[in-house]
T-cell receptor, first 110, second 112 residues
Framework: GQSLEQPSEVTAVEGAIVQINCTYQ??????LSWYQQHDGGAPTFLSY????GLEETGRFSSFLSRSDSYGYLLLQELQMKDSASYFC???????????FGTGTRLQVFP | DSGVTQTPKHLITATGQRVTLRCSPR?????VYWYQQSLDQGLQFLIQ???????AKGNILERFSAQQFPDLHSELNLSSLELGDSALYFC???????????FGEGSRLTVL
């Protein structure tokens, strides 16, 4: 079967660092993506990990451990505009489809 | 702008009715995906098409159907609508297995 776990909510203050964890169980795992979605908006792509290790893109980094079926998104130097929902989404290579969970709602306070 | 176009943006209809949601993918993208997002819920995968063929199916109800046309645009048909079908329906497209989907702005369906 398939399962996906992320914390439902995380809060932090401006300038802080936040880590959003994701554990997954899927068949035919190919890679792990992260998406950001602001209220009322469309999900937007943040990062993708196909291999183990850390990928850095500006203030955001994403990590994957395939053997542990685990990944995380690290957000540094938090800004108010980072308040949004964040989704991890494992992909199944044979179909390229992404499975999203209920996401993690991040609230950044001044 | 993701390059993915969805119409209509908003739709209000009554229970028992049928609606069609339309999606135009980014130029050159062969894969189209449909997702449903209910209030405070995650994105539920419905169905994927690749170059006109159904490629993967998720938790799509039998009352729902979709297709992808030769020009690669896609339509999601929702019939015998129920109150619980009220949701934001997203279409996304991709050009390959990069983990990156480009989402449209969504079609907000309200069933009264």
């Amino acid at each position: 079967g398939q399962s996906l776990e992320q914390p439902s909510e995380v809060t932090a203050v401006e300038g802080a660092i936040v880590q959003i964890n994701c554990t997954y169980q899927t068949s035919g795992f190919y890679g792990l993506s992260w998406y950001q979605q602001h209220d009322g908006g469309a999900p937007t792509f943040l990062s993708y990990n196909a291999l183990d290790g850390l990928e850095e893109t500006g203030r955001f980094s994403s990590f994957l451990s395939r053997s542990d079926s685990y990944g995380y998104l690290l957000l540094q130097e938090l800004q108010m505009k980072d308040s949004a929902s964040y989704f991890c989404a494992p992909s199944m290579g044979n179909t390229d489809k992404l499975i999203f969970g209920t996401g993690t709602r991040l609230q950044v306070f001044p | 702008d993701s390059g993915v176009t969805q119409t209509p943006k908003h739709l209000i209809t009554a229970t028992g009715q049928r609606v069609t949601l339309r999606c135009s993918p980014r130029s050159g993208d062969l894969s189209v995906y449909w997702y449903q997002q209910s209030l405070d819920q995650g994105l539920q995968f419905l169905i994927q098409y690749y170059n006109g063929e159904e490629r993967a199916k998720g938790n799509i109800l039998e009352r729902f159907s979709a297709q992808q046309f030769p020009d690669l645009h896609s339509e999601l048909n929702l019939s015998s609508l129920e109150l619980g079908d009220s949701a934001l329906y997203f279409c996304a497209s991709s050009g390959g297995p990069t983990g990156e989907l480009f989402f449209g702005e969504g079609s907000r369906l309200t069933v009264l």
